[in-house]
């Protein structure tokens, strides 16, 4: 039966007929709106007749339990303390009954009044022990969540939340009791352990309702607060823990969004970041829209080193982006980690042209070098030289991309504000004066600096002296370079060093343009023009020393090819064989040497020393290739073929091919290379082109015995038989008139040098046809008197004419001379010469020595008959015949032995 029920049946009979008379009426009249006899719940505590009613019901039936607890509940209410506790006091006693709840609600209510009204101190412990006995008590019997929810709102109002909080976690350790009741009442532990300020506490609570709770909805929310609490108190392992419980009772798809965020601030400060992101994702696939989630994802992704899974959001977060905010530097972070530039220099440009931030300036202008992108340069610099001074790389760099994307004026202009802006800082002002100079106006550079304030900073004097050597005003630059000789700018030394090198060079001061490219060099370890600089300053003033030792300098450190060219030139100078030999074998092993001149120089050198003609035969065709027509190679080229018993025609050939148009014109060739050439084409049956070289070798031949017969041969073969006569004539006065003696023609050291007489011979073997050669030559040479070695061209000379010098006649008429046998020399001249003005082209007499090559081939044959008859004469002969008889008879024939 409920209350109202049980108080409506206090007004019984006997009650009504005792109040019937007086108090019906008068309540009837005087108070019409208030049906307190129908209903005691809507008495008011205000109306001071309702109390004065229960009162006389209660004194008319005081063991009505329902009638007194109506009367307790509106005296509390009234603030009637004392009365409601004398009230309340046969209550306290009545036996467990439906009224049980009320009645012990009351009774808490009673007592939560009594504490307010600040009792004494032993009066508030009792009631404090009473209310903490009544909450428990009432929990237990609350029907309901609303009854629940009465008694903790009460309870809430009892002093320490914590004490209250112990109650309810000791409630719940009760075995008797329900899961959900058991976490209904942890529930509120916790949140009076929040109200004590007892976060953790709190958390653990609420995580324990959360086991207990069967219901999703109130489960979530428990969970939620659970890390929340952990939030609230600090997170540490414990709370990492509970998120992980937590979460494993869902699956990816019905986690809470919400919850999953909490989890993640959990994990992601106790650095279990593959627990948050894994969280974080899930959470942001509930949330596909929320732009501040999926940039936390990003975030914590580039944190891991997960770059590349970071671009999969930076399309969204680029799709409303803030200029100079946070996630722009997010994303221009991300682009730049994964190596796209371009799309990071869009970030950071436009970061830094909105904002001044260090950060994106310089990412922005290192992205912009490396791509180059001039365009972004420009507008990256020019927005920060709003803000601030450029530094000297940024204006240097300003000027070469303006120049690049805009006019010199504009960039000018620019500049020129800029410098106003700040006070003309030094790097702005060079800047400057570049660009005036690069627009040729090196003389508005100058009025520049000379409005600038006195120049006391040396790198400030070398832009100064720069301008001046561009300007044509050397000697000034060259003055004001020296002023910091000592102490150069160390910012820029190495600048300084070779401006200097360069303005002493063009004065000529060869020693501070050492000097400097020394310096320099030290700087610069690897650059490969200042060593060669330095090679020709070196070369310059013959300091081979030097030009060795920078020379060792360069192979050593650089692996050059040319500086080991150098050192086998060295070592070839000092005739030292074994060195040279060693820096070959080097050689041989870089691919750099096959387009290497002097590797292949001295390499056919040596091949030729060792006897190796084949290899240094392979070693001068190598020049030829890579320098075509290089006289000193084609000279020892022709000698080293024409050294073979079977001549390589169409190799010769080529070899002489490149000279032939240069026979009839003023040329570089050589005298040296004149005999070769003029050997050569002897050798390839070409007379005519040869009479013209040998010509031209008759400047240093013409009083050469073996060379002068070899040219007679070849004008007898190119049709003129009178004028060989002739030469070969004054061939014989020069050896008859120099008593044996022949002139050494001495030229120019080169290649041709290690490739003639003996070392054309293979080694002398007994019995051989070889050693029969070398013995016949060795003969002719001793009686004719040919001492000494015989350069190429008389070695090949006296190849040519073995069978005409080892002829009886001939060999008579050479001992003769060296006899000093005056009367038989001038007898075999006086018949040569009596026979030339009769017919210089017949045949030789009997008597007389056999002139012609008709003449010499049948008096080394048995029965060689009657010769034919020759007319030629020397009027109608080839004019270069002409020319070489008058070029002989221009050397002194009387002339004593000398050196040519």
Known sequence: MSVETQRES?????????????????FWILFPRQPAFRDPANLSAKDALSVAYLRVLVQSDPGNAPLRLSFVQVLTEAGMTD???????????????????????AELKLALQQLYRHPPRDVEASLRRRIGE??????????NDKESNQVVLLAEQFGEPSVVAETFEQLAGMQNETRQTKSRWLAFAAKQRLA???????????????????????????????????????????????????????????????????????????????????????ASAHLPADQRLAERVVRLQVSMGLLSEGLARAPMLRASLIPGSERQRLLAHLYDWNGQPDEALALWLSFARHKADEEAETRAFALAQAKPDNEAIVQLLEAVMSRRKLTTTEADAYVKAGLAVAQPSRVEKQLRRHAER????????????????????????????EDMPEIQDGRQRLALARLYEEAGNTQKSFQLLLRDIDSPPPASAEEYWLLLAKVSTQLGQDAYAGQAYEKALALRPNDVEILENLQRLALRHHDEKKSERLARYGWERLKRIE???????????????DELDQWLEVAEKLPSAAQARDYWYFQSMRRM???????????????????????????????????????????????????????????????ALAEALAAAEQGLGRPVQAAAWFLRSLSTRAGDFLWILALADNMEWAGCPAHANYARFQALEMFASRQNSRIEVRYPSRLAEYFFGSKYLPPKREGTEDAKKQEELQSIRDQWGFGGKLDNADYFALRREVERLELSQWKDFAKAVRNRNEREVERQLALISDHLKRQPAAASHPDMLPLSIDDVDRANRWLAGEPEPNPSDLATELDICRETLTKIREFPVNSEPAKR
């Open 563 to 577: 500086d080991l060219q150098r050192l086998m030139r060295f070592s070839w100078k000092r005739r030292n064989w």
């Open 83 to 105: 009365e409601a506790v004398l009230a309340m006091e046969p209550l306290q006693n009545a036996p467990e009954s439906g009224l049980t709840y009320e009645i012990r609600l």
């Open 10 to 26: 206090l007004l019984n009979a006997p009650a009504l007929l005792f109040m019937s008379a007086v108090v019906l009426i008068a």
């Open 134 to 143: 009544l909450v428990p008590l009432l929990l237990r019997l609350a029907d």
């Open 196 to 282: 004590a300020a007892q976060p953790r506490a709190a958390a653990q609570n609420f995580c324990r309702a959360f086991t207990f709770e069967r219901i999703a909805r109130k489960k979530t929310e428990l969970a939620k607060a659970c890390l929340g609490a952990y939030l609230q108190a600090g997170v540490d392992r414990e709370a990492l823990k509970a998120a992980m419980q937590i979460l494993s009772a869902y699956s990816s798809s019905n986690a809470d969004a919400q919850l999953l965020l909490l989890a993640a601030d959990v994990a992601q400060p106790m650095g279990d970041r593959d627990h948050a992101l894994v969280w974080l994702e899930q």
């Open 422 to 449: 700040f006070g003309n800082p030094p790097p702005i002002l060079n800047a400057l004066v570049e660009v005036l100079v690069l627009q040729g106006k090196p003389d508005a550079a100058l009025t520049l600096y």
């Open 609 to 671: 020393a060792h006897g190796e003609q084949s290899a240094a035969r392979g070693a001068l065709q190598e020049i030829l290739k890579l320098q075509a027509a290089d006289p000193e190679v084609t000279e020892a080229m022709i000698w080293l073929l024409l050294a073979y018993e079977k001549i390589d025609r169409v190799l010769l050939d080529s070899v002489v091919a490149p000279y032939r148009a240069q026979t009839a014109s003023q040329s570089t060739v050589n005298p």
